[in-house]
């Protein structure tokens, strides 16, 4: 579903991705996570063109990121994306905010759309929601409509990029409840994320970075119980220590 | 003091009807330059901080370009350099249909429409670039995150600005008096030259200009609060402080 080949990618001199090879099936949920400015954002932000790459080649479902006829748009449909900072549209309803896509860009009837964004909002557990303004809701309430404004477009691979980050303790699990959910419909997902218990119990697999390098990669139970590196295992060992 | 006030100058003769010409021919050039201004401003201040490079550099030479020449300047310009250079026919036409109401036009709404132009792009930079990405990350094209989240929330947050903007275009339109538009302050300079009486004529556009301005100022500060945006700094929520 997303291949990486060895892709390269600069900030001016910054070297941010090193020859990064990694390959996500359908249906697959890969938690990537490493310390501050490892390049972990930056990695999955190239998989919907956010950022563009200076060597190496990535493909997702099917078609290469390079293509001359490669249109970023057409892909996006296809590729959702969750936010640290949310980033709802502040002058729109919860209801606005979720069809607002589906209507200008796959051109759904109004009617249609508001439907999809009521069984959406029943998914992520906050029904009552559609008439309120981002600003009167919980951080954890606008990420889950975060989450069904990405999925009011049907897409086959969702994108996690430190969802839980910017939210009080008690909302993470309220958000990671919905991620769950979706990785058990068997939604492609990239995740990256500081949450260690949901990768542990919703990953597939884990992949460790570190100075733009993929370290280690491998499945939650081996990566958790028995890291192989001394970089993943100094990692862990300040993270789950307490 | 010698000066005997004699208010009767503005309602005796044609006074009153060059007042009411006056402010009928400020409103008219205002409104059709602030047309001009706003939509050369909103679509140059967006395409100023968007990443495609030549459009950018282009919008950027317009506001540098159009802002840093005087008003007056550019009345003379465009009422008194540019016509010669347009085809007889046209020219013709321009000279019988108002050529210095158009000149005036065309000076207030491009000097304008490069200041609206920063208050634009003030108020579109100061929306985080993330948001951008949510938008363009659902699929919508740049033009369409432009057109239906950028820029709907960045008008929301220079109505103040704009409102100073579009105050100053109005009194500003004053200025067209100089290539022999009509308008408020000349017909105030007229009552006063056939009337001697300065002072009274003089108050008179004073007051038509402040009732005019203060009208729009409260109108847009209605706006302001209409539009505001759920969550933002606004003036309902200074209480909490």
């Known amino acids: 579903m997303i291949e990486f080949r060895d892709v390269d990618k600069w900030f001016g001199s910054l070297h941010v991705l090193k020859r990064i090879n990694l390959k996500v099936s359908g249906g697959e949920v890969v938690v990537v996570c490493g310390p501050s400015g490892s390049g972990k954002s930056t990695l999955i932000r190239c998989v919907n063109r956010l950022e563009s790459i200076q060597s190496g080649e990535i493909i997702v479902d099917g ?63 906050i029904p009552d929601k559609a008439g309120v303004y981002p600003a009167n809701l919980s951080g954890g309430q606008q990420q889950r409509v975060a989450i069904a404004r990405a999925l009011a477009m049907k897409p086959k691979i969702m994108l996690f990029d430190e969802p839980t980050s910017a939210l009080d303790p008690e909302m993470i699990n309220e958000v990671l409840e919905v991620m769950t959910d979706l990785a058990h419909d068997g939604m492609t997902m990239v995740v990256v994320t500081h949450e260690m218990g949901f990768a542990r119990r919703v990953a597939h697999r884990v992949v460790f970075m570190d100075e733009g390098q993929i370290i280690e990669e491998g499945k939650p139970e081996t990566f958790f119980g028995a890291p192989q590196s001394p970089r993943a295992q100094q990692f862990l060992g300040k993270i789950l220590s307490h | 003091m010698t000066y005997n006030f004699d208010w009767s100058v503005l309602w005796r003769g044609q ?146 600005p704009a409102t100073n903007e579009s105050l100053n275009l109005i009194k500003n339109s004053s200025v067209a008096l100089t290539i022999g538009v009509a308008e408020l302050t000349f017909q105030t300079r007229q009552i006063e030259t056939y009337t001697a009486k300065a002072f009274e004529a003089l108050t008179a556009g004073t007051l038509i200009y402040l009732v005019l301005c203060l009208a729009i100022a409260t109108t847009m500060s209605q706006l302001e609060k209409r539009f505001a945006i759920p969550g933002m700094i606004t003036k309902r929520q200074t209480g909490e402080f």
Request: proline letters at 6%; a neutral charge; glycine letters at 6%.
């Open chain 1, 63 to 125: 078609q290469s990121l390079l293509d001359p006829k490669f249109d970023p748009s057409k892909l996006r449909t296809d590729v959702g994306m969750v936010f640290q900072s949310f980033n709802l549209y502040p002058h729109m309803t919860v209801l606005q905010n979720i069809t607002l896509a589906p209507t200008k860009v796959k051109g759904l009837a109004a009617g249609e759309a508001e439907k999809v964004a009521k069984e959406l909002l029943d998914r992520v557990g």
């Open chain 2, 15 to 160: 006074s009153g009807l060059w007042l009411l010409q006056g402010l009928v021919t400020t409103i008219e050039i205002s409104v059709v330059a602030w047309v001009v201004a706003f939509t050369l401003g909103i679509f140059s201040g967006a395409v100023r901080t968007v990443s495609i490079t030549p459009l950018r550099w282009l919008a950027s030479f317009y506001v540098e370009f159009f802002r840093n020449v005087p008003l007056l300047v550019w009345m003379f310009f465009w009422y008194f350099a540019v016509p010669p250079l347009l085809p007889q026919p046209l020219q013709d036409w321009l000279f019988d249909h108002g050529a210095e109401f158009w000149a005036g036009v065309v000076a207030l709404g491009v000097y304008h429409g490069a200041r609206f132009s920063e208050v634009m792009r003030s108020g579109i930079q100061s929306i985080p670039k993330t948001l951008f990405e949510a938008a363009v990350s659902t699929g919508l094209t740049m033009a369409q995150a432009y057109r239906l989240i950028i820029i709907p929330i960045a008008l929301r947050l220079i109505i103040p």
